[in-house]
Each structure stands twice: as structure tokens, then as C-alpha cells.
């Protein structure tokens, strides 16, 4: 994976978050900044974009196709059936960023309880749960993605459910490895004698230690799932047309690469941008919780 | 070691069991019926026969399972509807193209990973550093069709140096030269996101060392400066880069699928993708079962090299 | 010694190279015509293959008792000429041809052509009736055969070069029909090629009577055919044929600019006047392949006739085929194929007028509030779709004017031809078809009740109809054909509005400045045998 998952453990019991330390980190680490400013702003670019956008996605102009850049009313030119890009892109951003989130909270969510179940009782339920995860690592993302989605069929929730379950054996292997760190720690081995009960040790103690670790990981993921997401839409497997979708734009502007490169270029120039800004995110996100970690 | 390989070789056992259980339940839960689905009006009672017999169609799925494995361990990867053909004549030379690709691709992604990394190292902190790590990220996070088409629109289409699909030219009988000039595009394609990678690794990996003691204690020792690299730092660098190649593999598969539809290189993942739009079951199945199986071999591989390497990986 | 310097220069200079090299290939010595196939080539048993695409490779290998000259741009239908057979003769009342065949044709193998071996053939997809097949009947290429096959009542072989078609009714243009099939046109396979390589065989080890025979075949990539040079009618201009499988469109064109195409069909229809800027040659002709949409007639939504008028009136072909298709089609008003005898370019259906379609649309209980969503099915590409996305969506955005929310469902070529066996389904509403021929009798196998759901696939079932399709498909005067199919073409498209008309290609092919003698006739495939290279 791009990103290195996390070591050590976080250096207190009870990781808090504190505003006030938010602002410290943001003001000292001004690239993490601009990346958080300008996810935020995609986001609500993207919800607004109903309200926002200067055209409909889907409206045909036969007389306007493949306008180039920075034609008066349609700045970022127009596609083969002389849809406005820009609103396509306003439009795209909400498939797109559906389609990173949401898997990544799935399979966070369905990888804690993995790993936490696996690392903290062990013995023949670990065996169990990390010989099957070892089979989805035997696949590569993108070849898992593929089949699963052609399992279920094109469209955006197969794509959701498929991404999910691919990148739940990673993150569940992290949460895994943190568990295994934590149970050595005084403060388990203290709750326990106190007679703590396993639900109370999961929930209470091992969890606010263990998933602070994992958003820088999910971070950087949501990056990733954005790219492989976008793949499968490219291929045809994700959103249908005429729904806007990042993935789809690109494929569609392949035929004329030559004449109207922008059709293609664009929409994928936006997928770069947001899968770097999640990754330098996220790594801005690790050096908050453990500068020790910084290369 | 001998034990290692032993106890490692043992372990993919299941694994790779687990990968056909995975595909089979994944194909065999494709919607509708699985025979009226890819075939057309075209084809005769025979050959839905030949289609029914050979998965037992109307057999219990555990009887289906097994009768696959059987056909599997006998090297029978089934007949292609769409291709007419049986898979594996179908899959054979996919295989040796995308090992042909593949290989390039990782080649080319060691050496820019290996000189963008070492010099952004040398000259931490300043300019060239950090151009080299920016545009390493950004070739690193970018989608692999998304690269594939810049590098088609700047070096194909404007300034027509290569050709923008397949492996040889539609003229001509196939020759090297016509090979290397339709490999290169395609090969810088896949190359990127693993050289990315590695490039990240080769710079931290340098970093570290550099500073390391026992480099400092040969330089004190009147070393000259390539021979405490070659001799000290060169090894201590390459077990961490060779990790992480290895592990670049997942990304170079992934990427391989992308770039090979993009170009129309006639691989395994373009193969895959006909299939799965042909709906042709036994081709899909057999690329998938191909890949995951190539990518468990290539990690254990890597593994072995790895712990050949530096003893100290050996313990997990 | 490791210097990084000397590493990199040495690195550098090393892929100067390695880029530079390819520059000295050595091009071919003889005459080569490389030709893109817009379609996956599954084999190459010519009884069994069903699209143009791979029709035009499939004549270079085989020929049909009777040919239409191909190499003649205006004529309208093109005109039949002899090939196996060298002359031929109908009834008076258009129900027994008889076939005079050829002598000293051989087959590929060497192996002669006569009446029995005509007959062998025809039996390969033809039965007398159930149960009286042949030892060589082909079930997989019966099906497509039988769109002129279930009017064969006998055949028989008189003398060793002559055999007799006797029909169950009167067929006038059944000779035509034999070759204008496509998905089932008839053949002359050789006998002796089945017999050794099996039915299924045929597919890869084709052996016909053409001018070209079979050298090789790289399922997925290309098929390799040479001149044949124990042909009996005038030899080919060029020693070898490389047809080049292409899914990709761009792919395509761009191989092509680079010269590494000679022909190439289905050109996407942006690229056709910047490929003409270009100084590449680009010919279009009115050919009989239309894409006219099929109702379902079984939908509980569109029983409703004023919903199908409202549809059929929604529909802006003009502005699809002159603004999102230029060059590449024209607006469609007839259900009676282009190209083919009874076709009349006068006729129009139900005029463009939205106002009048909405109005029609609230008549029938629908509006703003309450919309109707319908499914479509659509190739993404395939043998005879022009640019079946852009149209998907055109339709798409014209319905929904109208109160209708179109869902598109992509297909690959492959699995959409395999719904059609079936009719539409309660699951899918228009089904977008690009089907056309050269002959009359066309017409009547996609509306008459009786080929449900074998070529009628929207379940269309109109007695009347069907009366006029049966006269004008059996009598011989041309203009009383016309005026039936006239009547036909009012009923169907403008009152019943059972499918709808929406354009015409006219398969823009693009061709290399130095490939001479290229035709594109009125027809969905073109030959080559006369086509030469002069570099």
C-alpha cells in the first residue's frame, strides 16, 4: 500500500481529541491545511452542485460539442453531445467521493470488529479470520474489484460493496497488529484485574486506542478507492451514462483524445488532484498523532 | 531456510484452495442462467452439451466444485464460448504478453525508482529533492488509464513517436523492433506507480543509512566514499527496497489490467475484461484463477527473497 | 566502480536507443491489404457467422451460387450476377428455381464443386422436415438459415451440374435472399472440410470456393488470407488480406492515421470529415442497415397507442442524424429497408412536433407528476451500430421531454444478440436494432406475426399486415410490391406505430490514398478481390 500503516501505539490511554490541538497542527502543518480546506470544499461543491451547477448534467446542445477551455458559458468546454464539463464535474464529484467514503466507513467499520475480535481472543477464531483474509490478499485489489463486480452487476452499489470488501483484509490486519500492541499494555493488564468484562475491555479501553491510528490509514485509503473506483467506472462497470461520474467521463472522451483531449484529461486531472490531496492528507493526519513517524 | 521454505510453501496450500472457492462461488453466483446468458441463437444443442457436462450444471454445487478441481488439477481449464477455443490455448500466449509487459514495466520501475530515489536522497531538503518527491507522488497516485492516455495523447498523438494501441503493428509480420517500439508506452504505463513507490522507499531507506553509524565508522576509517556505498550502505538499502518491489506487485497487476485495455495489449487482463463483458464464464474464471495464482507465487517468491536476504525477516 | 553519473549517461544513452531502433524495420516485399473488422471474429464456418462485419471477410473465402456486383457504387439494388451458379432460372410463378452450377470450380482443397455437393450443403442447414435430417445438419447454423429456409418445401438434384429449389410459396427474391442473408446466407462449404475437421471444425479451418483461401487465424487479433490461385473467375490484385479485429474505435482510427490500416469501416462519425482534412479518403452510400427501434408490444404501457405516437413524434432524427452524426446516417422513415427494391425515399413517418407528443403523453394519463420509467438494452459496439451511446443518450434526453425516464442498459455485442432469441421480455420496453438488407422479404420476417419472436422480436401480431407482407414478398411486379410495402409502411410506422424508424447508415469506410479500385455499393459489406495497392 502507498502508505506505511502505523507502528506504535498512541502515547496516551485515553486519546482525545482537543480542539485546541487541531488548531496547533493546522497552523504548523499548512499543507495538511490547504489538503483539509480543499476536501471540505469539493465536498460542498459536490453537495451543492443541484443548486450550483450552471448547466444539467445529462443536457444535450448538438450545436455546442467539444467547445474547447474557456469558452464564454462553458469554461471548461464541452463533451461530444455538448454537455458543459464543469457541471459534469460538479455532478461527477458526488458519485466519485460516494464511491471513496463509503466504502472505506464499511469497511472500517466491518475491519475494527474483525481485528479487534481476531486480536483479542486469538488462538483458533485469529487462525480463522486471518486464513481468510490471507485468501482476498491473495488477489489483487483491482482483479477482487473486477470480479466482484461483475458478480453483481454494474452500477454504484455493486462498486460500494465491492470496494468494501477489498480493502477490509488491510485495514483489518492494522487494527489486528494494534490490538496485539495494546493487550501488552499496563492499562489492559490493570482493567482486567479489575475485573473488567471482554465487552467492556473491547469497547471502553482497547477501541479509543485503536482507532485513532487507523485515520491516517483510511485517509490514504480513501485516496486509493477513489483511483480504483474510478477504474471500474472507466471500464464500464460503475455509474451508467448518462449519470456524471469522473471514471465515465474519462472513458468517454478516449474517442477523440486527439481533437478534444480536455473531454478526458479534465475529469481525470480531478481524480489525480483529490487521490494526492487525500494521500498528503492522510500523512498529515499520521504526523499529528506520532511526528515520531515522520520521514 | 530450508525449514522456512518449507513451512511457507506449505502455507499457500490453503490459500490458493481458498482462490478457487472464491472465484468458483463469485461465477457461479453471476445473475440469470448461466447458459442461456452467453449463448446466442447461434449455437447448437452440442455445445451447451459440451457446456452442461463439463460443469455438471444440474448437479449439487459441491459436485460441480469438485468435478472443476478435477478438471483444474489436470491442467482442463474448460472451453471458451466466446473464443471457440479451449481456455487455456486462449490464456497461453495472453500470459507470455503480459509477462512481457509486466516484466519491462517492473524493470523500468526499479531503475527510475532506484535513480529518482537515490538522487532526491543525495540531495535532501533542496529543490530537486523535493521536485523529484512531488512528481513521484503524483505519478504515484494517479489512475493508471488516466497516465496510459496523457502518455498516448503527448507521445503518440502530438508528437507521434509511438503507436497508440496493440503490440505489433496490424502490418508486417511480428518482429523486435516493431515490439519495443509498441512496448515502450504501455511499459512507462505500469512502470509508474510501482517506481513511485519505490523511489519513496530508495530515498528513506538511503537516508537513514547514510546517517547510520557503522557508515560514519567506515568513512572514519579513510573508506573511499564508493566503497562504503557499495559495501555498507548498498546492502543495507536493498532489503527494504526489495520488500516493498515486492509487494509493488499488487499495484503492477492492478495496473497491467488498466494499461492493457488502454492499449489493447493482448495480456491476461485485457482477456480478463473481454470475458467479463462476453460474460464468458470459463474464460473469466480461468484468467482470474491465473492471475491470483501468478500474484500468490510472485509474494512467495519475493518472501523467500526477502529472508535470503536478511535472516533477521525470518521471524514474524 | 559505481559512479551515479556515469550510470545515469550510460542509462540515458541506452534508451536513445532502445527508442531509436524501431526505426529500421523493414516493411513487407509483397502486396498486403491490411482491414480493420469492427467485431470479435469467432470463427469462420460460413454458415454459422451472423454480422457484416465478418461478412466481408467471409466472401473473400466463400461464395454463394448467386453474387450481386459488388463493384459497381450506384446500382440500386446492386445487380445479381453468376458465381457457383452460371445462370439460373425462376418459375413463371416464382416457385422452383433451378441452378445451373459452374463446371471446374474446385474448393481450397482441391476437392470439385458439383450439384450433390450443392445439395450437401443446402442439407447442412435445411430439412425436409423434423426428423429428416441429413448426417451433416448443423443445428447452430440452421437457426439463421432458416429466415429463408422455412420456404424451402424440396430440393433435388437433377443432373450432376444442375439442382432445383422448389419453394412453398411464391418467393420472387429468394435468390437474392440465399446471399443477402448475412446471418444465415448460404454458402458453399466443402464438404470435405467438415469431414475432416468436424462441424465445429469448419470454424478454423475454413475452405471455400473464393478467390482468397485461409492461411491463418489468431482468435482475437487477425485472420490471414492469400490468394487463391486455382480461382476460377479473374485472380485478385493483391497477394494477401490481413483482417485486424478492433473493439476499440479509437484504436482503430488511430492506427489507421498512422498508416498502419489500409481500410477501415464503421469510422466513428467525428472522425470522418477530420480524416477527409486529413487527406485520407472517406466514402459513404445509402446501405440497407438501419437502426429503427422495436416496441414491446406485450408492455402494459405501450399497448397504449398513443404513448408509442407520442414516442414516435418525441424523436428528433433529423437533428441526430445531421447534427450528432454528420455524414455518418440519415434520418429513417421506413421500416422497408434502403437499398432494397420496394424502398421508397419518399416516405415519411410521423413528424417531429414535442407540443403535439406531450399532449398525447397527458391523453394517455401521464405528465410531470406521473412519469413512466422504460428499459433499453444497447451494444456498446458491434457489427452495424454507428455510435450506439451518443444515439442512447439522444433518445434518452428526447423521452424524458415527454415524461419518460429512459434507463439504458449497456451490453457487450455478445450478450445482446443473445436476447434476441427470446423477443423482448417484460424487462425490457425498446430494443434499438440495426438490421437491414437488400431485399423486400427483410421487411415482412421482422413484422409478420408469424416470426415471433425469431425476427419479430416485439411481438407485433397485425393480420392485415401480415396479408400485405405475404402478397407483396410473392409477386414479381416490382411496382405492386411497392405500393403494397407503401401501405405496409403507413400502418406500421404511422398508425400502429409498432417500431420506429430512426436512421439510416450510410457506413462511412475510410480507405489509405494508395489503395485503388475500392467500392462501397449499396450493400452492408463491400469486396476486395479487385481492390490493388500502388505505393
Redesign the interface.
Known amino acids: 500500500m502507498v502508505a506505511c500503516p502505523p507502528a506504535g501505539p498512541a502515547p496516551r490511554h485515553a486519546a482525545r481529541w482537543r480542539g485546541g490541538r487541531l488548531a496547533i497542527w493546522l497552523r504548523r502543518d499548512k499543507l495538511a491545511a490547504a489538503c483539509l480546506a480543499f476536501v471540505l470544499l469539493v465536498i460542498l461543491v459536490s453537495i451543492l452542485a443541484p443548486w450550483i451547477s450552471p448547466y444539467h448534467p445529462a443536457e444535450n446542445d448538438f450545436d455546442m460539442r467539444y467547445a474547447g477551455v474557456g469558452t464564454p458559458g462553458h469554461w471548461l468546454g464541452t463533451d461530444g453531445l455538448g454537455r458543459d464539463v464543469l457541471s459534469r464535474l460538479m455532478w461527477g464529484g458526488r458519485t466519485s467521493l460516494l464511491i471513496g467514503f463509503l466504502p472505506v466507513l464499511i469497511a472500517t467499520l466491518a475491519s475494527v470488529a474483525l481485528g479487534m475480535i481476531a486480536g483479542y481472543f486469538g488462538g483458533l477464531i485469529d487462525d480463522v479470520i486471518m486464513r481468510c483474509l490471507d485468501v482476498l490478499f491473495a488477489f489483487p485489489m483491482v482483479l477482487l474489484a473486477l470480479l466482484l463486480v461483475g458478480v453483481l452487476g454494474a452500477g454504484v452499489g455493486s462498486v460500494v460493496i465491492a470496494l468494501a470488501v477489498v480493502i477490509v483484509p488491510y485495514i483489518s490486519r492494522v487494527v489486528r497488529t494494534a490490538v496485539l500492541s495494546e493487550l501488552a499494555m499496563d492499562y489492559v493488564l490493570a482493567a482486567r484485574a479489575a475485573g473488567a468484562s471482554n465487552f467492556e475491555l473491547l469497547s471502553r479501553e482497547l477501541l479509543p486506542n485503536v482507532v485513532p491510528p487507523l485515520l491516517a490509514y483510511a485517509t490514504v485509503l480513501v485516496g486509493i478507492v477513489i483511483v480504483v473506483g474510478a477504474g471500474l467506472s472507466y471500464l464500464g462497470l460503475g455509474v451508467q451514462p448518462p449519470a456524471a461520474d469522473w471514471g465515465l467521463m474519462v472513458a468517454e472522451g478516449q474517442q477523440v483524445l486527439r481533437e478534444a483531449p480536455h473531454v478526458t484529461i479534465v475529469p481525470g486531472l480531478m481524480i489525480v488532484v483529490l487521490a494526492v490531496v487525500f494521500n498528503l492528507l492522510g500523512d498529515g493526519i499520521r504526523d499529528l498523532l506520532d511526528p515520531r513517524l515522520r520521514t | 531456510m530450508g525449514r522456512y521454505v518449507l513451512r511457507r510453501s506449505l502455507a499457500i496450500i490453503p490459500v490458493l484452495i481458498g482462490v478457487t472457492l472464491l472465484v468458483f462461488a463469485a461465477i457461479h453466483a453471476l445473475p440469470g442462467s448461466k447458459v442461456l446468458s452467453i449463448v446466442g441463437f447461434q449455437v447448437s444443442p452440442e455445445m451447451v452439451a459440451r457446456i452442461e457436462s463439463y460443469y455438471g450444471l444440474d448437479q449439487p454445487m459441491h459436485v460441480q466444485y469438485a468435478r472443476y478441481m478435477g478438471h483444474l488439477l489436470s491442467g482442463d481449464l474448460g472451453y471458451s464460448i466466446s473464443r471457440k477455443s479451449q481456455v487455456g490455448s486462449v490464456l497461453a500466449p495472453a500470459v507470455a504478453n503480459t509477462a512481457i509487459l509486466a516484466g519491462t514495466g517492473l524493470v523500468l520501475a526499479v531503475l527510475a525508482g532506484l535513480i529518482g530515489g537515490f538522487a532526491a536522497a543525495f540531495h535532501a531538503g533542496s529543490p530537486v529533492d523535493r521536485g523529484i518527491t512531488s512528481l513521484m507522488l503524483i505519478v504515484g497516485t494517479a489512475p493508471p488509464f488516466w497516465l496510459a492516455l496523457v502518455l498516448i495523447l503527448v507521445l503518440s498523438i502530438q508528437l507521434e513517436l509511438f503507436p497508440a494501441t496493440g503490440m505489433y503493428s496490424p502490418r508486417g509480420e511480428p518482429n523486435l523492433p516493431d515490439l519495443l517500439h509498441h512496448l515502450v508506452l504501455p511499459a512507462l504505463a505500469v512502470a509508474a506507480q510501482p517506481a513511485a513507490i519505490i523511489a519513496k522507499v530508495a530515498r528513506s531507506a538511503m537516508l537513514e543509512v547514510r546517517g547510520a553509524e557503522f557508515v560514519t565508522a567506515a568513512r572514519a576509517k579513510g573508506l573511499p566514499r564508493s566503497r562504503v556505498f557499495s559495501g555498507h550502505v548498498l546492502r543495507n538499502v536493498l532489503s527494504p527496497i526489495v520488500t516493498i518491489t515486492g509487494l509493488q506487485l499488487g499495484y503492477l497487476v492492478g495496473g497491467v489490467i488498466f494499461v492493457e485495455v488502454v492499449f489493447g495489449w493482448p495480456g491476461i487482463g485485457f482477456q480478463l475484461f473481454q470475458s467479463i463483458l462476453a460474460r464468458d464464464i470459463t474464460l473469466t474464471m480461468g484468467a482470474s484463477l491465473i492471475i491470483a495464482f501468478a500474484f500468490v507465487f510472485v509474494n512467495f517468491l519475493a518472501d523467500l527473497i526477502n529472508a535470503l536476504l536478511d535472516p533477521r525477516h525470518e521471524v514474524q | 566502480?559505481?559512479?551515479?553519473k556515469r550510470f545515469?549517461m550510460g542509462?540515458l544513452f541506452g534508451l536513445v536507443l532502445?527508442?531509436t531502433?524501431?526505426w529500421?524495420?523493414q516493411?513487407?516485399e509483397d502486396k498486403?491489404l491490411?482491414v480493420?473488422i469492427e467485431a470479435?471474429m469467432?470463427?469462420f464456418d460460413a454458415h454459422?457467422i451472423?454480422s457484416y462485419a465478418l461478412y466481408r471477410e467471409i466472401i473473400t473465402m466463400y461464395e454463394p451460387l448467386v453474387t450481386t456486383d459488388l463493384t459497381d457504387a450506384d446500382a440500386l439494388p446492386p445487380k445479381l450476377v453468376p458465381a457457383l451458379a452460371e445462370r439460373w432460372e425462376i418459375s413463371p410463378d416464382a416457385t422452383e428455381v433451378t441452378f445451373h452450377i459452374r463446371k471446374g470450380v474446385k474448393f481450397h482443397d482441391g476437392t470439385e464443386v458439383d450439384a450433390d455437393v450443392v445439395d450437401w450443403n443446402f442439407r447442412r442447414v435445411w430439412r425436409k422436415g423434423e426428423g429428416e435430417e441429413a448426417p451433416q445438419y448443423?443445428?447452430?447454423?440452421a437457426?439463421?438459415a432458416s429466415f429463408w429456409s422455412d420456404s424451402v418445401k424440396d430440393i433435388r438434384v437433377i443432373d450432376k451440374h444442375t439442382i432445383k429449389v422448389f419453394l412453398k410459396h411464391p418467393f420472387p427474391e429468394f435468390v437474392r435472399q440465399l446471399y443477402a442473408t448475412t446471418?444465415g446466407s448460404f454458402f458453399v462449404v466443402s464438404p470435405a472440410a467438415v469431414a475432416k475437421y468436424g462441424?465445429?471444425g469448419l470454424?478454423?479451418n475454413p475452405v471455400g470456393t473464393g478467390p482468397f483461401k485461409f492461411v491463418e487465424w489468431v482468435?482475437?487479433?487477425?485472420i490471414v488470407v492469400e490468394r487463391f490461385d486455382g480461382y476460377w473467375g479473374p485472380p485478385a490484385k493483391v497477394d494477401r488480406i490481413?483482417f485486424?479485429e478492433?473493439?476499440?474505435?479509437?484504436?482503430m482510427v488511430?492506427?489507421f492515421r498512422?498508416?498502419?490500416?489500409d481500410i477501415i469501416p464503421a469510422v466513428?462519425p467525428?472522425n470522418i470529415a477530420?480524416l477527409r482534412d486529413d487527406g485520407f479518403k472517406v466514402a459513404t452510400n445509402l446501405v440497407p442497415n438501419m437502426i429503427y427501434l422495436v416496441l414491446n408490444l406485450k408492455d402494459p404501457v405501450l399497448k397504449d397507442v398513443r404513448v408509442r405516437r407520442a414516442m414516435a413524434m418525441a424523436i428528433d432524427k433529423e437533428?441526430l442524424a445531421n447534427?450528432?452524426l454528420t455524414d455518418a446516417a440519415e434520418a429513417a422513415h421506413s421500416i422497408v429497408s434502403p437499398g432494397s427494391p420496394p424502398y421508397d425515399p419518399e416516405f415519411r413517418s410521423l413528424p417531429y412536433d414535442l407540443e403535439k407528443a406531450k399532449a398525447l403523453m397527458r391523453e394517455a394519463g401521464y405528465g410531470p407528476d406521473k412519469r413512466v420509467t422504460m428499459h433499453m438494452p444497447n451494444p456498446?459496439s458491434g457489427s452495424g451500430t454507428i455510435a450506439p451511446?451518443?444515439i442512447?443518450?439522444?433518445i434518452?434526453?428526447n423521452l424524458?421531454k415527454i415524461f419518460i425516464d429512459l434507463k439504458?442498459?449497456?451490453l457487450?455485442w455478445?450478450?445482446f444478440?443473445?436476447l434476441?432469441?427470446r423477443g423482448l421480455q417484460p424487462d425490457a420496453q425498446i430494443l434499438p436494432m440495426p438490421w437491414g438488407m437488400s431485399t423486400g422479404y427483410f421487411t415482412r420476417q421482422v413484422l409478420h406475426s408469424k416470426k415471433q419472436p425469431f425476427s419479430n422480436y416485439g411481438w407485433y401480431s397485425n393480420p392485415e399486415v401480415d396479408r400485405l407482407l405475404d402478397e407483396a414478398t410473392s409477386t414479381p411486379d416490382l411496382a405492386k410490391s411497392k405500393a403494397l410495402f407503401a401501405q405496409v409502411n403507413q400502418i406500421v410506422v404511422n398508425e400502429d406505430v409498432a417500431v420506429i424508424p430512426a436512421l439510416i447508415d450510410l457506413s462511412p469506410t475510410a480507405y489509405q490514398p494508395y489503395v485503388k479500385n475500392f467500392v462501397l455499393p449499396h450493400e452492408n459489406w463491400f469486396v476486395l478481390h479487385q481492390v490493388d495497392i500502388e505505393k
Open positions: 566502480m559505481l559512479n551515479f545515469t542509462l532502445f527508442v531502433l524501431p529500421t524495420v516493411a513487407a498486403t491490411v480493420a470479435n469467432p470463427g454459422v451472423c448443423y443445428t447452430a447454423a437457426g439463421g446471418c462441424q465445429e470454424a478454423k482468435p482475437g487479433d487477425r490481413v485486424r478492433f473493439t476499440n474505435m479509437a484504436a488511430a492506427g498512422r498508416g498502419e490500416l466513428p467525428d477530420l437533428t447534427k450528432l456498446a451511446m451518443p442512447a443518450m439522444a434518452q434526453s424524458s439504458v442498459e449497456t457487450e455478445y450478450g444478440i443473445s434476441l432469441s
